[in-house]
């Protein structure tokens, strides 16, 4: 495997099921980022992970938890979704964070397309 | 605040035209980068280039060019003859060098070649 991957590609779920997203990264990047992809908006930032520790959470509900068990791994956690939770969830890894170098460029995966019924 | 502005949503055009992606950008930051990403159907976001705003220098990659004006805060993107394979979704981003470094993304401009 190259690059980063991330699964199940597609994932069907009800309001009340619990499931979880898989990325990983073989890059060999210290720090993993997901984001969200809704129609019409701009890719919204969740949350970052530096080092395994999380960095930034932009006010996500609480029904999403993501974890970082190590560097090359990053999961997020789904619970009592809602509708307007359908969207392609992205993950993307960086060699660093916060340098404010070229090491901070972000590459992604191919996404997990979720819908919530 | 930061904001990337792609006035295009959606573009049409024949092989073997030349085709120029716009990207606007507002930012009170003196230095940051400027990317470019494709998403083509797959999903997944593909990294085409990043610009720092300190180096103006348009840039050539094969049949990609970018052409950098800061002082219009732009960062278009031309395809020179342009092929079905480039059909995809595109995408500008802004980040800061220093504080939150957060990558604010445009809205995208969906690019289809024909045939």
């Known amino acids: 495997e190259t690059g980063v991957t991330q699964t199940p590609r597609h994932l069907v779920m009800g309001m009340t099921n619990k499931k979880s997203l898989k990325c990983e990264q073989h890059l060999g990047h210290n720090a993993m980022y997901w984001y969200k992809q809704s129609a019409k908006k701009p890719l919204e930032l969740m949350f970052v992970y530096s080092l395994e520790e999380r960095v930034e959470n932009n006010s996500v509900p609480s029904r999403f938890s993501p974890e970082c068990p190590n560097s090359s791994h990053l999961f997020l956690h789904l619970h009592t979704l809602q509708p307007e939770d359908s969207a392609l969830y992205l993950c993307?890894?960086?060699?660093?964070f916060g340098r404010g170098t070229d090491t901070d460029t972000q590459y992604f995966g191919p996404g997990t397309r979720l819908t919530v019924l | 605040a930061q904001k990337v502005t792609q006035a295009q949503t959606e573009i049409s055009v024949v092989e073997k035209e030349d085709v120029t992606l716009d990207c606007v950008y507002e930012t009170r930051d003196t230095t940051y980068y400027l990317f470019w990403y494709k998403q083509p159907p797959s999903g997944e976001l593909v990294f085409l280039i990043r610009?720092?705003?300190?180096?103006?220098q348009n840039e050539i990659s094969g049949r990609y060019s970018w052409n950098f004006q800061k002082s219009t805060s732009s960062f278009n993107f031309t395809i020179t003859a342009s092929q079905v394979v480039d059909s995809a979704v595109y995408f500008c981003?802004?980040?800061?060098?220093?504080?939150?470094?957060?990558?604010?993304f445009g809205q995208g401009t969906r690019l289809t070649i024909n045939p």
């Open positions: 610009r720092n705003s300190f180096d103006e």
């Open positions: 981003a802004l980040r800061q060098i220093q504080g939150a470094q957060k990558l604010v």
């Open positions: 993307a890894s960086s060699q660093e």
